[in-house]
Structures are given as C-alpha cells and as structure tokens.
T-cell receptor
Framework: GAVVSQHPSRVICKSGTSVKIECRSL??????MFWYRQFPKQSLMLMAT?????????EQGVEKDKFLINHASLTLSTLTVTSAHPEDSSFYIC???????????FGNGTRLTVT | AQSVTQPDIHITVSEGASLELRCNYS??????LFWYVQSPGQGLQLLLK??????LVQGIKGFEAEFKRSQSSFNLRKPSVHWSDAAEYFC???????????????FGTGTRLKVLA
C-alpha cells in the first residue's frame, strides 16, 4: 500500500517553455504532498508543501512564480516549472503520506533536462 | 537548528560482510527517524522508521536500525550484505515546525554503498 506515482519519469524541454509534473497517490488520499529537488549526488531539498484546496507553502529561496504547485484533489498534485532554464535541470521527486503520523512515500522522480 | 549528519559519503563492503551506516541528528524533542534507500534514477523507498517504543526497529530487506537517544544516533545495520544492496542510503528526521505544527523531513546527505563481489 501507500503507492505514489509520478509522471513523467523523464522530460526534455527547450529553454523558455513550461513543464508540468504530476504526482498521484494511488491507494490513499493525501491532503498534503511534498515536492523535493535533488541535485546530482546530493540530498533532497524540500521545495514546497502542496496543500489540497489551498495555496502551497514554499521553502525559503524557492521562487513560487517559477515553480507553480496545484493540489486540486486529494490524490493529485502538480508542479509546473515555468519558463524553464538550463539551471532548472534537476531531479524532482514528490512524496505523500496516508496520515500525519505515517512515513513519507516517494514517487520515482522526474528527470528534467532543459536545453 | 535541526540537522541530520551522515558522516560517511561512501562505503564499500564485500558481499556477505556486515554493514553499518551511521546517522546522527540534532533535534530538541524526540524525533521521528527514517532510513530510505535510493537506486540510481529512482525515488526513495522506505526501509524502516522509528516513532516510539522499542529502540531497535526492523525493516525490509533484512535491515535494522537502533535509536540511541544518548548518542543522538540512528545507525542502520545489516548482518550480511547482498550485491543488490548497492545504492544510496538516506537518513531522515521528522521535525515539527513550530509555526504550523506540521512535520518537515530533514534528510542527511546520503551514503553511497558499493558492494564488492
């Protein structure tokens, strides 16, 4: 149980375009989902907390206008990288948990390459 | 400030040998503690967790970890490593945000395990 699905697994886009990444909780409802970014051979950096039906909470230093988060339902959160630039190239991972006291379960990540 | 330290960036062991990955944390209250494993290009898989109770916790794939409050540690162990265990291992602590009462996960920098045949 507690499966998190993330799509797409890989995406290549041109500089200046926008890319949408989907995160779904398949067998549980998640009022909160979390978006992380991982640089090569580094740890995970929390970007934002996605809240169903309300605005996302962004971590310090994360541009909310560049990384748009929508959490329209209890099983789906999306991250849109707007006007992408090569420095946005990274590995993005979403996570969710069935309950407040449950551990996080992660999607398989999305490798974004901006050319 | 809350933090998680994994002192070993790389560890190499022979297949069949025992393994211990170190994790130290800094957190004012009793933490929620986790170990995750990440294969290349993949997301993270939960190995085990500690919330409360027995300080020795068993996880999947034959892993276990022991919470030692006095040492602020949560080291991961496995008695006999298999080649398929080669991956990146992350320790994490669930720290409560004072402003919202919700938990934020703080990850260590990871330990890359290499297994020799």
């Amino acid at each position: 149980g507690a499966v998190v699905s993330q799509h797409p697994s890989r995406v290549i886009c041109k500089s200046g375009t926008s890319v949408k990444i989907e995160c779904r909780s398949l067998d549980f409802q998640a009022t909160t989902m979390f978006w992380y970014r991982q640089f090569p051979k580094q740890s995970l950096m929390l970007m934002a907390t996605s809240n169903e039906g309300s605005k996302a909470t962004y971590e310090q230093g994360v541009e909310k206008d560049k990384f748009l988060i929508n959490h329209a339902s209890l099983t789906l959160s999306t991250l849109t990288v707007t006007s992408a630039h090569p420095e946005d190239s990274s590995f993005y991972i979403c996570s969710a948990r069935p309950g407040v006291n449950s551990p996080l379960h992660f999607g398989n990540g999305t490798r974004l390459t901006v050319t | 400030a809350q933090s998680v330290t994994q002192p070993d960036i790389h560890i190499t062991v022979s297949e069949g040998a025992s393994l211990e990955l170190r994790c130290n944390y800094s957190y004012g209250a009793t933490p929620y503690l986790f170990w995750y494993v990440q294969s290349p290009g993949q997301g993270l898989q939960l190995l085990l967790k500690y919330f409360s109770g027995d300080t020795l916790v068993q996880g999947i794939k034959g892993f276990e970890a022991e919470f030692k409050r006095s040492q602020s540690s949560f080291n991961l162990r496995k008695p006999s490593v298999h080649w398929s265990d080669a991956a990146e291992y992350f320790c994490a602590v669930g720290a409560m945000r004072s402003t919202s009462g919700t938990y934020k996960y703080i990850f260590g920098t990871g330990t890359r395990l290499k297994v020799l045949a």
